[in-house]
């Protein structure tokens, strides 16, 4: 391998002082992974469409993580059932989020691998906070908005 490829020069690779949050979105309800990159990933569920429940999530996670109130919050989540109403919702919140294509989503392709929304939801938050300090090797298909 080369350096380059490997290694990442010059950039800020700190995770800390931000919080990351992956969705698995289901029909009844979403799977939430939320981190600091510091820390394991605290998980919640909640009720589909329920958005007073994810921001009382993400008051909760910034408290574990001793995140002030106005900590910037990171989201994905993958394209799917429920649109972009999300996508706008949390941009209204001030949340930067990524909707994502499925075929970004990272999958050893030469092993038999488990699938729970968990798992999911658990790589979908390593992408994010991959993705956020500059790692190159992470690709990430954002959807447009409609």
């Not at 706008?88 to 691998?113: F, H, K, P, Y």
């Amino acid at each position: 391998m080369d350096a380059p490829d490997t290694t990442l020069r010059g950039q800020n690779t700190t995770v800390g002082g931000r919080l990351y949050m992956a969705f698995e979105l289901g029909e009844k309800s979403w799977k939430l992974s939320l981190g600091d990159g510091q820390r394991a990933p605290s998980r919640c569920t909640v009720a589909a469409g329920d958005t007073n429940a994810l921001l009382t999530a993400i008051a909760k996670a910034r408290v574990r993580c001793h995140l002030s109130a106005d900590t910037p919050v990171y989201s994905c989540y993958e394209a799917g059932r429920d649109g972009f109403w999300l996508h706008r919702w949390l941009t209204e919140q001030g949340i930067a989020n990524l909707v994502m294509d499925s075929a970004s989503i990272e999958v050893n392709r030469r092993t038999r691998r488990a699938k729970t929304d968990r798992l999911d939801s658990d790589k979908l938050l390593s992408m994010l906070m991959r993705y956020h300090t500059g790692e190159r090797r992470v690709s990430i298909h954002r959807q447009t908005c409609s």
